[in-house]
């Protein structure tokens, strides 16, 4: 029985590689065809990564454009408020001068209220001799 069972084997084996065979063309046209499949399916999915990576390089590229003129527009805020610096000194000392002196015009006017008024006081009691009056 062993010597028989290597002939039927090889017979097996010889028939089912000829069927084998028979099945292996249309499954290699079958993976052909996966395989072509696969590569448009890859080209394609490369092709939106790339277009999608160029959005992005563009944006990016708008982005840094505009933090580029941002940077160059607070530059110069920043070198205009620092030239202010020394107006704004002098605005202060200036704004000082004139409270001190509105201080001062305050006073003169006060002084010179009860200076009319005790003149009026005095030319009453000179002219009239009005007797509240010492």
């Avoid at 107006?87 to 202060?92: L, N, S, V």
Wanted: proline share 3%; with cysteine; net charge positive.
């Amino acid at each position: 029985m062993s010597s028989s069972q290597p002939k039927r084997r090889a017979n097996a084996d010889g028939s089912s590689s000829a069927s084998a065979r028979r099945h292996q063309q249309p499954n290699q046209r079958q993976d052909a065809a996966s395989a072509t499949h696969q590569a448009q399916s890859i080209t394609s999915a490369l092709l939106r990564t790339k277009n999608m990576m160029s959005q992005e390089i563009d944006r990016v590229t708008t982005l840094n454009t505009t933090i580029h003129d941002d940077g160059a527009l607070l530059a110069g805020a920043k070198e205009e408020h620092a030239g202010m610096g020394g107006t704004m000194k002098g605005a202060r000392s200036m704004m000082r001068k004139l409270g001190r002196q509105d201080v001062r015009d305050a006073i003169i006017l006060r002084c010179a209220i009860i200076f009319y008024w005790v003149v009026v006081a005095y030319v009453l009691w000179s002219r009239i001799k009005v007797p509240f009056l010492p």
